[in-house]
């Protein structure tokens, strides 16, 4: 008896790439059920997969379904008029509103097929509605810069007239009402809000808000440069400055003297986010530099820093020696607190004590006993060290040695059976043994103590989207640094810039130079050898400076040759 068997029915869409050759009956219905399971479109499925090309997908929907095809290169997501429509509904849909009319709203969708999508917008907005096909990709990444860039939120402040509110520049006596207002401004607040979370999402490091006579501007720092995000009307940049201060529990009646504050976002039950927070009054008022503090940038592993594979191997080697000391140098905004805290993170364990003196606490790790220095109240790094040692410790994390006291105390906890970590300000590391020297610590002490030292510096890295192959003359590439012999086969990357990055880089990447104390370094510095002989002498033994370990990260292609003149020019 012969089994009936159900012919399967390709929709619109499906047919229509069939027809065209980009999909086979066979994968085509694969790739419906798939799509199925996974509670997503077929246009989702696809593109997301990689199977069929956005545009390509976009433009055969819109002849099947006779929609009109539109390019969102077009589109500025300032002018997006998303306020119209629920963010809920935006995201679920992935419809999104392009641009009012009257009574008509015109939607982006790169599904035509959801009906019912467009029923619930249609309803919650009360307008006739108008669709365009566009690209997924675009449509999602354009979704998310309109629901949540900063400019939306200047919007949202425009609305509120605020060219017109009472608000007097530089006035230092102001007077309890004005404060009050500034407190319960509810559109000052929702902008505040939206600055710190789009920091987050961002990936800045520092927030920079900065008073001028006739304009107010906001910068993050993101991959170590600054960018400007918003400009809002200088006439309300005491609110803003106040709704800070406010939430860092500052003096807001004081705007003479610097101030320095904590405010503490809570993102979900596993995660929060501290914001430093520290004011200087300039000529036109206050400005306020907020550091972020965000402890999963602790928690990446050692292999994602960007050491090469000897150099991860000395470190890892270091932190596990039961006593000695390891030092990390380099400029503010290095890299080196994080560098540190993924080694505590490797050595967290219940059996070890682990304790850290910082000025201030930048990241805070359960299972580590962390202590802010504070100078005024008498709580130094050394009177810190001090209480460390009469309290069992196994490691000790410095946050910088400044001083002599600090140092001595450093090193004698790191002859006497414990491991010392800590930073100097030093360009490269065999200048940080002769600022030992200089500060007063014997050379004898010196080579008894230290097991490591490391140089860093961060280098942004490039796109992998949009780096393109350059080429550069012979004699060019030789003055730089590389060698005859791999001229043939190297290959060097500069930046382009695509909708994925920012001006051709995301993310950084570390930049190393480790230096162990071999026996003729220790021999070296006994002799009082000055930071030139010493760099020599590391030299010799193969150790890479940070301009050579640079260089490898550019024969790698993971950065370009512009960043690593940046970051390691003396």
């Known amino acids: 008896m012969a089994t009936a068997t159900t012919e399967f029915h390709f929709s619109g869409l499906a047919r229509c790439l069939i027809q065209e050759g980009l999909l086979t009956e066979k994968d085509a219905k694969t790739h419906i059920q798939e799509a199925q399971k996974n509670k997503v479109s077929l246009i989702s499925y696809l593109v997301a997969n990689k199977l069929v090309d956005s545009k390509t997908v976009a433009s055969k929907a819109s002849i099947e379904f006779g929609i009109p095809f539109f390019d969102l290169d077009a589109i500025d997501p300032r002018n997006l008029p998303t306020n119209v429509v629920n963010e809920k509904l935006i995201r679920k849909f992935n419809a999104l509103p392009l641009l009012k009319r009257g009574k008509t709203l015109f939607i982006g969708i790169s599904d035509p097929t959801n009906a019912h999508g467009l029923d619930d917008i249609k309803f919650q907005s009360m307008l006739n509605l108008e669709t365009v096909l566009v690209e997924e990709t675009k449509l999602l990444k354009l979704i998310d810069t309109a629901l949540e860039a900063v400019d939306t939120s200047m919007a949202d402040l425009m609305d509120t007239d605020l060219d017109n509110l009472n608000v007097q520049g530089g006035d230092e006596d102001l007077a309890k009402n004005d404060v009050n207002t500034e407190i319960d401004d509810a559109p000052i607040v929702r902008f505040v809000n939206k600055i710190l979370l789009d920091a987050i999402k961002k990936g800045a490091s520092d927030i920079h808000l900065e008073p001028y006579e006739k304009n107010f501007r906001i910068r993050f720092r993101s991959d170590g440069i600054l960018h400007q995000i918003a400009s809002p009307p200088a006439n309300i940049a005491n609110r803003i400055t106040s709704r800070i201060k406010v939430m860092s529990k500052m003096d807001i009646a004081e705007r003479r003297v610097p101030q320095d504050g904590r405010i503490k976002m809570i ?115 050394a009177n810190a060290l001090r209480a460390f040692l009469r309290q069992d410790p196994d490691i000790i994390m410095v946050g910088e040695i400044r001083d002599l006291e600090t140092a001595e105390i450093a090193v004698k906890a790191a002859q006497t059976g414990h491991l010392v970590l800590s930073t100097l300000h030093t360009n490269d590391a065999p200048q940080t043994l002769n600022r030992l020297m200089q500060m007063g610590i014997a050379p004898f002490n010196i080579v008894s103590a230290v097991n490591l030292i490391m140089a860093q510096r961060l280098a942004r890295r490039l796109c992998e989207h949009c780096k393109t192959q350059i080429t550069l003359p012979e004699h060019a590439l030789l003055s730089i640094g590389f060698v005859e012999e791999e001229l043939k086969n190297l290959k060097i990357y500069g930046p382009v810039g695509c909708e994925l990055c920012t001006n051709g880089y995301k993310g950084r990447v570390g930049i190393y130079q480790v230096m162990t104390l071999s026996e003729q370094m220790r021999s070296l510095i006994l002799e009082g050898g000055n930071a030139m002989q010493l760099a020599e002498q590391a030299k010799s033994e193969g150790i890479n400076d940070l301009r050579a370990s640079g260089l490898n990260k550019v024969r790698m292609g993971v950065t370009s040759l512009e960043e690593i003149d940046r970051v390691t020019k003396e």
Do not use: W
């Not at 030092?327 to 993170?345: A, E, R």
């Open 267 to 381: 993102l979900s039950k596993t995660r929060a986010i501290d914001f430093r927070v520290n004011t200087c009054p300039t000529l036109f008022g206050e400005k306020v530099v907020l550091r972020i503090l965000d402890p999963t940038s602790a928690q990446l592993g050692i292999e994602k820093l960007g050491f090469e594979e000897n150099q991860q191997k000395l470190f890892l080697e270091a932190i596990h020696k039961p006593y000695g000391m390891v030092l990390v140098t380099g400029p503010t905004g290095s890299g080196k607190t994080v560098t540190l805290y993924t080694g505590l993170n490797i050595l967290n364990k219940i059996e070890r004590n682990i304790s850290t003196a910082e000025d201030p606490v930048e990241i805070t790790v359960e299972g580590i006993n962390q202590v802010n220095v504070n100078i005024k109240s008498g709580l130094t790094f």
